[in-house]
């Protein structure tokens, strides 16, 4: 029987697939497939040391990309301790999900623009911006937010600024607020999408959908703001148009970024209705039902039982494909 080791913290909500009570999902589908988990709550590297070093198994599966007491902001770390995945490597131990390089690609929003320009790949214009930089020469509207966040952390309607007095008082609110630079965008009016992106090689799948809030919810624009996230309001809808290229959009990203096992692509369209990659998650949310890789999958291959059967064969396709990929037999 396959043993699987699921890491979360303190900050498993704002970095990962979400709170004890989601890992505690995610053990109870692992072990309904036919393999065992086990959890560790780490408040500490010297925690998460040790459940290292006193559990059992075979792979393990992180909700963190690094230790941190904060519930709310991911952040890239004080920059003096690894990141998990830099110690899996360095240990040889297989784990799920992409390798610490891309992990830290994906946060930093910025190095995941810079990839995915440098091949071609759309994305919004782009700068990353603190107080003391001096302001390019910019299209108006953007869209600021902070550069190491995810869940529209940060995100709200004085996001999108009109003038460079309105981008100077943004950029100083992400600083202050987030202890980070600001990501200045591209603001990208049309309608927003994601792509799942499950398993490797021939047995990946990419399977998008529409994001779709009740109208009413927005303030000043169509955006998703941080209050939208989390209460019920934002829905995935199936993908009428444009499936083919949202998913050859996705694909080439996450080719280009090393993206392995569960990784999630966000886009919107700009104003000509052309896709561009806004966000790549390396630790998609997995809340029952409400987490976005739960309804894609749904969607997808809906099950004659009841959602929680649907929850179980996604968690188990997300670990299958992993063991695979290390040959674990």
């Known amino acids: 029987m396959k043993k ?21 999902s995610i053990k109870k589908a692992i072990d309904d497939s036919g393999k065992t988990a086990t959890i560790a709550f780490v408040n ?14 075979d792979i393990a599966w992180s909700a963190l990309y690094h230790i941190s007491g904060k519930s709310e902001t991911i952040g890239m770390g004080d920059g003096a301790e690894k990141w ?39 994305v919004p214009y782009h ?35 009109h003038s460079p007095e309105e981008l100077k008082k943004r950029i100083d609110y992400i600083e202050k607020k987030f202890e980070q630079p600001a990501l200045v965008e591209e603001y990208l009016p049309g309608d ?5 992106m499950l398993g490797n090689g021939r047995h990946q799948a990419f399977l998008p959908g529409k994001v779709v809030v ?25 993908v009428s148009k444009k499936r083919e290229e949202l998913i050859e959009l996705c ?13 999630r692509a966000d886009m919107r369209l700009d104003a000509n209705g052309k896709p561009k990659i806004i966000e790549v998650n390396g630790i998609p949310g997995l809340k029952p039902i409400k987490s976005w890789s739960p309804q894609i999958f749904s969607m997808n291959y809906p099950s004659s039982d009841d959602p929680m059967e649907e929850y179980r064969k996604l968690i188990d396709q997300i670990v299958t ?8 037999g």
């Open 214 to 238: 009740d109208p009413s919810r927005f303030g000043k624009y169509p955006i998703l703001r941080s209050d939208l996230r989390g209460v019920g309001v934002t829905k995935i809808k199936p």
């Open 4 to 24: 699987i080791l699921l890491i979360t913290g303190p900050a498993g909500d704002a970095q990962g697939w979400g709170d004890l009570n989601t890992t505690q």
């Open 44 to 57: 500490s590297m010297d925690e998460f040391y040790s459940s290292l070093e006193k559990n059992s198994f």
């Open 127 to 161: 700068y990353q911006l603190g107080t003391s930089d001096a302001l390019p020469d910019i299209v108006y509207p953007a869209f600021v937010k902070p550069s190491y966040e995810s869940r529209s952390v940060g995100i709200d309607d004085d996001s999108v600024v």
């Open 84 to 122: 998990l995945a830099d110690i899996f490597d360095d240990k040889g131990i297989p784990y799920i999900g992409p390798n610490a390089e891309t992990m830290k690609n994906l946060i930093h929003k910025t190095s995941t623009h810079k990839i995915l320009k440098r091949k071609g790949i759309f």
């Open 192 to 196: 927003e999408y994601t792509v799942l």
């Open 321 to 328: 494909s992993a063991l695979v990929r290390y040959k674990i």
């Open 251 to 263: 694909s080439q990203a996450m080719e280009v970024l090393n993206c392995l096992d569960h990784v």
